[in-house]
Structures are given as C-alpha cells and as structure tokens.
C-alpha cells in the first residue's frame, strides 16, 4: 500500500542556520511564503534555534513579529526548534518562564514545537512538553533523540527514551542527527527498532545534516525502513553543513510507493529565489556560504557551524597550526565529560574548552565556568557518569558543589516576575510578556534592541 513520506521544509530556519549563519530576514521570506504553502509540507521550520537571538542581535528585527507575520500568511504549520529547559537561550530558566514561553509560542502561531535536551535528560524535557500539551491551541508536540556515537548509545538505548517520550504525551518523536552521524544501515536499524517499540503507527521523523557526506543515502534507507517524515531544505540551502535536498529527494522517491506525491517543479521558482538571497546575503556578510564535507565529522562530532567558529577563534590567536590538534583534543574532553551530545550548549562548551587546552599548551589550565556547571550536574545528567577525581582533583569542584537533581537548581533561576521588575528598574515600563521574554533569553541584546527601538524609554512607547 502507497505511504507517501512526508518532508518538513527547513529552508525558513535551520537551511540558512547551517549555511548563511542564521542571517535571512523576513523580507527575503516574505515574497515566496504563499508559494511555500501550496507545496504541501508537514510543516514549515521557522521559528527558535538561533533565529531568535539573530533577529534582535544583527538584523534588527522583533522575532515576535517575524513570527506574526509568518502565521499571518501561511496555512502549512510552522515548527520551531525548542531547547527543553534552555528554551532558546544557554541557561536553565525557571518553570514558569519556560511556561509563559510557549504558550506566547502557541498563541503567536507555532503548530509544531520540536522539544530537545542537549543531554537527552528527559527531566529537563517535561516542564516545557507539559506546557506545549496545555496550549489551548492544541499544537503538535514532539520529542527529540539527540543522536550520537559513543561506548554507552545504542539503538536499543534511543528506543528506551522514545518511550519515555511516548509516556510524557509527545504525539511524534524525531532522531536529530544534528551532526550528520547517522550511517545509513545504522538508520534503517534504529527506525525499525522505533516502529517496533512505539508501534507503526506512530509518527517517526528524522534530521539529519550533510556535513559527514551520509545524508541523501540515510534518508533513502530510513524511508526503506518505514520513517514517516524526513527534514530536507530547497535546493540553494542544502547539503553542505545544511539537510539533504528537497528536490532531490522528491525526485528519488517519484514512482515507488512512498513517492512524496510533490510537484518538483514548483520548487523551481522557489529555489530561484532563495538562491538570490543566499547570494546577497553571502555578500552583505562576508559570509563563506559553503562547507567542505567531512567524514571526520564522526570522531570529533562537533556541528559544521560551531566548526567554522571555532576556527575562526585559533586563526585570531595566530594558532591557525593548531587545528588538527583541536579536532583531536575535542573527542578527549568529550570522554572526559561523560561523552555528551555535542548540540547547543554542550557543543559550545566542549569546543570551548579543547580550544582552551590546545592554546595554553596543557589540559584543564584554564576552565570556563560553564564547562565545570556541566559537569557537575548543573545542566542535567551526563550519559556516562563524570570520574570524580576529575571533577574533584582536575576542576577542583567541592562535593557540595556536584548536582544530582537539576530540578532543584531551575527551582533557584530567575522567575518571570523578576525578569520583569529588572525590566522596568531599566526604564522600561509596562513592557509585553513578549519583551519580558525576550529580555530573560538575552538580556544585553534585548535592551540594545529595546533602546532603538521605543522613542521615550520610560514611556516605553515603540
């Protein structure tokens, strides 16, 4: 029986995250939003990843607005990428201003929330599924399996937190693979063990990434496997460090029996079109715009985009020598840190730190406070555990100091009231929930933004 696959379209958010530096404005997405939405996508990715902080930060732009006007014109629903207690920033906030934001999500039109944990540590899941479930919107909630290799993950392991997801009221689970890791075998294995555990029919999607050179074929074997819907993105922001191509994809499948059932040449004049603004884009930026593949990928497992600053970070100090040396030290405090998936923030940080111990000359000299904070607990639990005597002796963290239930520290973070209070101390009165928000992700950024944008800062009038 024909089961035509499914295909999110990344090409709004995580197309240009992983190529153009997240630098797309409404603007450029304004003219082909109608376009997009006669496609007939599962949903359109638009909205969380780093999209939130760029708008404020670079393209002086309201990511409540952008939102707005996305639901303004499209039908097809629109996802965001959402960092479980995280949100969207790189600290834990507290219960209910991850509450407050998404429901203001919900209501300013996310149809779809895709909720991870950088350490898939499900307690760090909850509060955030639980209150997407409560959206009187009713939008689609999803859990994520943050891939990766190590000694401890299994198929059989990833199989064991899509049920827990399952349990927690998720209507889908997703394999973000945001590395490109996943071999091709290997994703048809996991995706036959999923549809075995959580029953065919429930909805099993995957994500993945080019940059190890595996993603068009993963695809292939996953949807041979029976995967329900697949990531790509249009054709000028795919492959490379980006999701394999839309349009490649489409025609793969044209004539078996998961044939998506899209018209390829609809994309056309879409792809056009974001093929002009990735160019002026790349040229108002200074930007590459393009990613060399590299199977290397799979030891040292670090995001293409986090690759190119880091980089970017050894040729300022004049130790553009040392790369090498710091692809091969991140794979080391990696093991030391209990062998953490490397997305946002623990790919930060672990990139961070073996830069550190590459530019000093010797491990752990020089130790940023936030790769002690994961490691003692701060972030949630680790896969493996950490040795104590490297939290101990090497990092010098007191036994009072090392985290067993995480929960009870998101209890200490700054609530929204307080968020608030700071807000209108600055002179910034009567702010939106929206600002309140915005200002507990990124509270610098946010009140450059606030500043430029509302005539009389104690009025508080944009």
């Known amino acids: 029986m024909a089961k035509p696959v499914k295909i999110m379209e990344t090409v709004l958010r995580d197309g240009h995250q992983s190529l153009c530096a997240t630098r797309m404005r409404i603007e450029d997405m304004l003219p082909q939003l109608e376009a997009l939405d006669k496609?007939?996508?599962q949903a359109l990715e638009a909205w969380g990843g780093a999209t939130f902080d760029t708008?404020?930060?670079?393209?002086?732009?309201?990511?409540?607005?952008?939102?707005?006007?996305?639901?303004?014109h499209l039908k097809t629903p629109i996802q965001m990428l959402l960092r479980g207690q995280n949100l969207l920033g790189y600290n834990h906030y507290s219960n209910d201003v991850v509450e407050k934001f998404v429901a203001k999500a919900s209501e300013h039109?996310?149809?779809?929330?895709?909720?991870?944990?950088?350490?898939?540590?499900?307690?760090?899941?909850?509060?955030?599924?639980?209150?997407?479930?409560?959206?009187?919107?009713?939008?689609?909630v999803q859990g994520c399996l943050v891939y990766t290799i190590s000694p401890y993950h299994t198929n059989e392991k990833f199989v064991e937190l899509a049920k827990e997801l399952k349990d927690m009221g998720c209507h889908s689970v997703c394999i973000k693979d945001m590395s490109g890791l996943l071999?091709?075998?290997?994703?048809?294995?996991?995706?036959?063990?999923?549809?075995?555990?959580?029953?065919?029919?429930?909805?099993?999607?995957?994500?993945?990434?080019?940059?190890?050179?595996?993603?068009?074929?993963?695809?292939?074997?996953?949807?041979?496997?029976?995967?329900?819907?697949?990531d790509c993105a249009l054709s000028p922001f795919s492959s490379d460090?980006?999701?394999?191509?839309?349009?490649?994809?489409?025609?793969?499948?044209?004539?078996?029996?998961?044939?998506?059932?899209?018209?390829?040449?609809?994309?056309?004049p879409i792809a056009k079109h974001f093929l002009g603004v990735k160019k002026r884009i790349i040229n108002e930026f200074g930007l590459k715009g393009y990613f060399d593949i590299n199977p290397n990928v799979l030891d040292f497992q670090i995001p293409g985009g986090m690759l190119s600053n880091l980089a970017n970070q050894l040729?300022?100090?004049?130790?553009?020598?040392?790369?090498q040396d710091l692809l091969?030290?991140?794979p080391r405090v990696r093991k030391d840190l209990g062998y953490p998936p490397l997305v946002t923030p623990s790919s930060q940080i672990v990139g961070t730190m073996a830069t550190f111990n590459v530019m000093s000359g010797e491990r752990y000299k020089m130790v940023p406070k936030e790769f002690k904070d994961l490691a003692r607990g701060k972030f949630g639990r680790t896969p493996m555990p950490v040795d104590h005597d490297f939290l101990t002796k090497t990092l010098g963290i007191k036994e009072d100091e090392i985290i067993t239930d995480c929960s009870v520290e998101d209890a200490k973070a700054e609530t929204f009231d307080q968020f608030k209070k700071e807000l209108t101390d600055k002179g910034f009165l009567n702010p939106t929930d929206e600002d309140v928000l915005s200002y507990a992700l990124f509270p610098q950024v946010a009140?450059?933004?606030?500043?430029?944008?509302?005539?009389?800062?104690?009025a508080y009038k944009r």
């Open 39 to 41: 496609i007939g996508y």
């Open 55 to 72: 708008c404020l930060r670079f393209l002086d732009e309201d990511p409540w607005e952008r939102l707005d006007t996305l639901k303004a």
């Open 109 to 140: 039109g996310v149809g779809v929330f895709r909720i991870f944990d950088a350490l898939n540590d499900v307690r760090n899941l909850k509060v955030a599924i639980s209150a997407a479930l409560k959206a009187p919107e009713h939008p689609h």
């Open 183 to 230: 071999k091709p075998y290997v994703a048809e294995d996991l995706v036959k063990k999923l549809k075995a555990g959580l029953g065919e029919d429930f909805p099993v999607e995957l994500h993945t990434h080019c940059t190890s050179g595996f993603g068009h074929a993963t695809y292939l074997k996953a949807v041979e496997a029976g995967v329900d819907i697949i």
């Open 241 to 268: 460090t980006s999701q394999p191509c839309t349009e490649t994809m489409v025609a793969a499948l044209e004539g078996t029996e998961r044939d998506t059932k899209l018209d390829r040449q609809a994309m056309t």
């Open 315 to 323: 040729k300022e100090a004049g130790m553009e020598d040392k790369y």
């Open 328 to 330: 091969d030290e991140m």
């Open 447 to 458: 009140e450059e933004f606030f500043k430029k944008h509302y005539q009389q800062v104690t």
